[in-house]
């Protein structure tokens, strides 16, 4: 009896990525964290050494984790496990889809390997999460194979401003794309430096075709609630339980908040 299933097309990593919707991704540097992550209701976890924070105020070159932490996260919990590659690094995507992760996030925070290109993501079955700050560079990297897009943000800081601003970017410029004829959204794909079929589906569906996650400067949940409203389909949150003397109490706080972010009214489809 033959085996007719197909893994790592487009719609799949693309549909593995939309059943996070709603949900948070809490970065975590060990596999202690990652449980209580998992406990609090952590839609995935993101496997890093440092946290971005400590990445900004210690410098230097960054690359990707130990995939000794990461094997030894995986195998502390049952929900998808992601890790960090830099930018344009094809070798390290490599290593960490051999790993088994559950999706990789083609990383800013990171010191980039390629200033001028990113990974092919379509020659790899595990999904891709990357960031953006505007409409072109969104579907730049969906054309490049990207399951999930998040607004870059400024990581690490505390400050939303810069996740607020590229998200009001997006959605402004998918407007704009909704208001143009067909002909228009020829110059305007061009413009942005983005393909025209996909530029054509976002007016369309007037969102993104991938889902759209929020990160940079989400370090209270405050600042979760209140952006509820915005064009943001999920949340990546950094800093909690590396920088917390009580990494269980921070944990069981999320707890009760997240069901304000999965509630279906606060998110788009």
């Known amino acids: 009896m033959t085996d007719n299933h197909v893994t790592g097309t487009f719609t799949v990593k693309s549909g593995f990525a939309k059943m996070m919707k709603g949900g948070l991704i809490m970065d975590v540097i060990n596999a ?3 449980k209580i992550a998992e406990a609090s209701g952590a839609c995935a976890v993101m496997a890093l050494e440092r946290v971005p924070a ?4 210690m410098g230097g070159v960054s690359r990707m984790s130990d995939p000794k932490m990461i094997k030894e996260i995986m195998a502390a919990v049952s929900i998808p496990v992601m890790a960090k590659v830099r930018i344009g690094h094809f070798a390290e995507a490599q290593i960490i889809q051999s790993l088994g992760v559950d999706m990789i996030d083609e990383s800013e925070v ?13 020659q790899f079955k595990t999904p891709f999460v990357c960031g953006a700050r505007n409409l072109g560079e969104a579907l730049r990297r969906i054309s490049e194979g990207a399951a999930m897009i998040r607004t870059k943000g400024e ?3 505390g400050n939303v401003v810069e996740a607020v601003r590229h998200a009001r970017a997006i959605s402004r410029q998918i407007r704009q794309a909704q208001a143009m004829g067909p002909e228009e959204l020829y110059s305007f794909a061009k413009e942005i430096q983005a393909p025209v079929d996909l530029l054509r589906e976002t ?10 996650f929020a ?14 409203n915005w064009a943001w389909t999920g949340y990546l949150w950094g ?8 990494p269980k109490s921070v944990g069981g706080r999320w707890y009760k908040q997240l069901f304000i972010i ?8």
């Open 32 to 34: 202690e964290q990652a």
């Open 239 to 246: 800093p909690g339980f590396s920088k917390a003397t009580a």
């Open 155 to 157: 990581a690490g800081t």
């Open 262 to 269: 999965r509630t279906p009214r606060f998110w788009r489809p």
């Open 54 to 57: 400590d990445i900004r105020r």
């Open 110 to 122: 990171l010191t980039m390997a390629d200033e001028e290109n990113h990974v092919d993501k379509h």
């Open 215 to 228: 990160a940079g400067g989400l370090r209270r949940r405050p600042t979760c609630q209140c952006s509820c």
């Open 203 to 212: 007016a369309k569906l007037g969102r993104l075709p991938v889902v759209n």
